[in-house]
């Protein structure tokens, strides 16, 4: 028996009536939804007893064929939705390492992030720029014809900081910010619009109900950029994912990590619906509702350093906790603070799940 089959969810998701009452702030539905930006595979395996896709649409094997499964752990998980990201970006420099999680794969990869792809305006004008309208879209139309009723897709995509970090890394950025900002806003405004185009093309399909786009601006005590400069390379473009998201009537979630109360009233201004990501030592959700939950859904919240280092009973304690905070009035979904990472433990995940389930019906 697969882990899932023990966790007594007897699933009916409903995006309309349910999450996306939620996302827009129009009271309380009949349960508190579940949200997650994504969870890494090897949970996802582990959980439904089946292989899945990996978060981002990667042409690995046959992911066609993990379609099925896909929706399947996120319906019987008791989300209304299903998270998917068309394979889009501009190519990074990494660095390996093992893996010492205990739902691993073997190893780990992250951005270098001191030896950029463009250093110069000859680099920039060698640099392949992916042409979003190429973009094989075959596996994210694929999962239409799956999609279970009341479900529908979150179109995924990583954000202009993020991608522009991948091309020249942190201390790239910084440099090239002193000594050629022109070429630093030229970069944007490519990876800007190629991200823009993506966009366009989620949510001009019917079954996509939302799109969210992560794009970490911040680490624990401020912003990575000033927020002069985030308002000068990266906010203009959110605005207008934002804007072309709603143009077909979808909603828009924004992800980002770290310390951003000094550009919240930025994000709240380019129109988003959403904010994701909270940890208790930064902001935490609660005082996240609090200040701006008039104006945006709050979602998630259970600390991911929490999460991984508690017992189950103390996860489903401060599980309730949260219920009892946030899921009056509505406005707020249930998750974790950032992803279902592969170094959450899974009993703990489940934990969390379970009592969203058993405590977050309406009426509370």
């Known amino acids: ?14 995006f309309e009536s349910r999450m996306k009452k ?6 309380e539905p009949d349960r508190v939804p ?13 959980i439904l007893g089946k292989p899945t896709l990996y978060p981002a649409l990667l042409p690995f094997g046959e992911p066609i064929k993990l379609i099925a499964n896909e929706i399947e752990f996120w319906r019987r998980m008791g989300y209304d939705y299903v998270p998917a990201a068309p ?25 270098n992030e001191e030896s950029g792809m463009i250093k110069t305006r000859e680099d920039f004008e060698k640099f392949f720029w992916p042409p979003p309208e190429l973009v094989d879209m075959k596996i994210f ?46 970069i944007f405004d490519k990876v800007g619009a190629g991200l ?17 786009m992560g794009d970490d601006l911040g680490f ?11 308002r000068s390379y990266v906010f203009p473009w959110h605005k207008k994912m934002v804007e072309a998201a709603h143009k077909k009537g979808k909603l828009f979630i924004f992800h980002s990590c770290g310390q951003l109360e000094k550009v919240m009233d930025d994000f709240i201004a380019n129109g988003i619906d959403a904010k994701h990501s909270f940890e208790d030592g930064v902001t935490p959700a609660g005082k996240a509702k609090k200040l701006w939950g008039d104006k945006v859904a709050i979602l998630g919240g259970v600390d991911v350093d929490f999460l991984c280092r508690a017992k189950p009973d103390q996860v489903k304690e ?6 009892r905070e946030l899921a009056p009035g509505g406005g707020w979904a249930l998750g974790t603070g950032n992803s279902v990472a592969n170094y959450i433990p899974v009993e703990n995940y489940l934990a969390m799940i379970k009592t969203g389930w058993e405590l977050g019906k309406y009426p509370l």
Do not use: C
């Not at 028996?1 to 409903?14: Q, S």
């Not at 939620?22 to 009271?27: A, E, I, Q, S």
């Open 220 to 230: 624990k005590t401020q912003t990575i950029l000033s927020p002069k400069a985030l």
């Open 87 to 111: 394979v889009y970006g501009f190519g990074m420099k990494v660095q390996l390492a093992k893996d010492t999680a205990a739902a691993t794969e073997g190893m780990r990869f992250w951005v």
């Open 22 to 27: 939620v996302l827009l702030r129009r009271g």
């Open 34 to 46: 579940f949200y997650e930006l994504f969870a890494d595979k090897p949970i996802k395996d582990a």
């Open 1 to 14: 028996m697969a882990l899932i089959d023990e966790l007594g969810i007897n699933p009916a998701p409903d």
């Open 318 to 323: 401060y599980t309730a906790k949260m219920i």
């Open 196 to 212: 823009l185009k993506l966009v366009e093309k989620m949510a001009e399909r019917p079954f996509v109900g939302a799109i969210q």
């Open 141 to 186: 139309d694929a999962f239409e014809k799956h999609l279970p009723e009341g479900m529908t897709v979150f179109g995924q995509v990583a954000g202009p900081m993020e991608n522009a970090f991948y091309i020249l890394g942190h201390e790239g950025m910084a440099y090239m910010m002193v000594d050629d900002p022109e070429l630093l806003q030229m």
